[in-house]
C-alpha cells in the first residue's frame, strides 16, 4: 500500500512539473520577408543563412538579419527568459538550435552588419569552410559568449558609410564571390 501511495504522489508530481512548462518545445519560425524587421537595426530580415532569431520563455519571437545583432539584443535584455535561439545552416538555410551550431569568425567574412560569422549545422562542416576558404575562427555557443562582436568598420565603410543603410547589406559566398545581398539578404 505505502508503494502503491509512493509511485501515485511522485506520478503527480511529475505531471504537475511537466504541465508547469518543464516540457516547453520552442520551434522557429517562417521568416516574412515582407514584414520582418530586425529588432536591432530595424533592418529587413531576409530569408537566407544569416537570419536568425530567439523565442522568450513566455512566447514572443524576435528576429534578426545578423548573428550579431541578436547578440546585441542579448547584452541590452538578458538571456534569463530566452526559451530558445536558432540560427541557420551557411550552406542550406536550415534552422538549428544556437547551442549546437557550429560558428566560423574571421572579419573579413562579410555578413548583413559585418560582424564576420557564419553558423554551421555541424564542426565539420564549420572546418570545411575555413579550410576551402583559408580563413577563419572554428567557434562554438560557448566561444560566441566571450567574443568581442566588433562590426568591421571599414567594410561598413566600404559597403554605405552606414551601419545600417539597407543597401549596405553584402556577403561573400563560399567560393570568396562577393555579391550584393540587396533582394538576397
Known amino acids: 500500500m505505502k508503494k502503491l501511495m509512493t509511485f501515485t504522489i ?4 511529475f505531471t504537475v512539473l511537466s504541465a508547469c512548462g518543464g516540457g516547453k518545445t520552442y520551434k522557429p519560425v517562417a521568416i516574412n520577408e515582407e514584414t520582418d524587421k530586425c529588432e536591432i537595426c530595424n533592418m529587413q530580415v531576409k530569408d537566407d543563412a544569416f537570419a536568425v532569431q530567439l523565442t522568450t520563455k513566455d512566447g514572443k519571437t524576435y528576429k534578426f538579419d545578423d548573428l550579431g545583432c541578436m547578440n546585441e539584443w542579448k547584452q541590452k535584455n538578458g538571456t ?3 526559451g530558445a535561439s536558432f540560427v541557420r545552416d551557411y550552406n542550406n538555410k536550415e534552422w538549428i538550435t544556437y547551442e549546437e551550431a557550429s560558428y566560423v569568425y574571421d572579419a573579413s567574412l562579410k555578413s548583413p552588419m559585418a560582424y564576420g560569422v557564419y553558423s554551421f549545422k ?3 562542416d564549420a572546418q570545411s569552410f ?3 576558404q583559408k580563413k577563419g575562427t572554428l567557434m562554438t555557443a560557448a566561444d560566441l559568449k566571450s567574443h568581442s562582436w566588433k562590426q568591421n568598420t571599414d567594410m561598413m565603410k566600404n559597403m554605405s558609410g552606414h551601419g545600417h543603410d539597407e543597401n549596405a547589406h553584402s556577403t561573400t559566398d563560399a567560393n570568396g564571390t562577393s555579391g550584393d545581398m540587396k533582394g538576397k539578404h
Open 10 to 13: 511522485m506520478a503527480i508530481v
Open 80 to 82: 534569463d527568459n530566452i
Open 122 to 124: 555541424s564542426k565539420s
Open 130 to 132: 575555413i579550410d576551402e
